[in-house]
């Protein structure tokens, strides 16, 4: 939680650090920033929860990070400049953030459906993402 809070911070005072009035399309789309930022908040959740042991380890935590850039075609300061467009405009942050957290709800739902059936293989997709991107 800490490193989502801490780029959170980072993004938000920078996006108020730049004087001038920037209300510009961000480099990347709508759907790719839903796409990485829920990848972050499940390494937040993998961190905090101690996970394959992420937990305190910044370092693995940085790779995995790089991974999920990587993951999505985008490097670090694409997505960080994109963030703070969207950071200028609360109501399209909001907007943003709550297909995030639809798209975390999904998988959840994904998840528990996988749990309750887990001879079905289709479902299973996700398994070991911080496996195949944590070195």
């Known amino acids: ?29 709508r ?15 993998a961190r905090a929860l101690n996970l394959q042991g992420i937990g305190r380890d910044t370092l693995r935590s ?7 850039y990587a993951k999505h075609g985008v490097d670090k ?21 709550e297909d995030v957290m639809g798209r975390l709800g ?6 528990l459906g996988r749990r309750a059936n887990p001879e079905d293989s289709t479902s299973n997709s996700n398994r070991g993402f911080f496996d195949r991107h944590g070195d």
């Open 62 to 68: 940085t790779k995995i990070l790089a991974n999920i």
């Open 31 to 45: 759907e790719v920033m839903v796409e990485v930022l829920t990848d972050v908040y499940l390494l937040e959740g």
């Open 106 to 111: 999904e998988l959840e739902a994904k998840e």
């Open 77 to 97: 300061d694409a997505f960080l400049a994109s963030y703070r467009v969207y950071a200028q405009d609360q109501e399209k942050l909001e907007a943003l953030m």
């Open 1 to 29: 939680m800490k490193l989502l809070q801490s780029l959170v911070f980072l993004l938000v005072i920078s996006g108020f650090s730049n004087c001038k009035d920037q209300r510009s399309k961000p480099e990347l789309d």
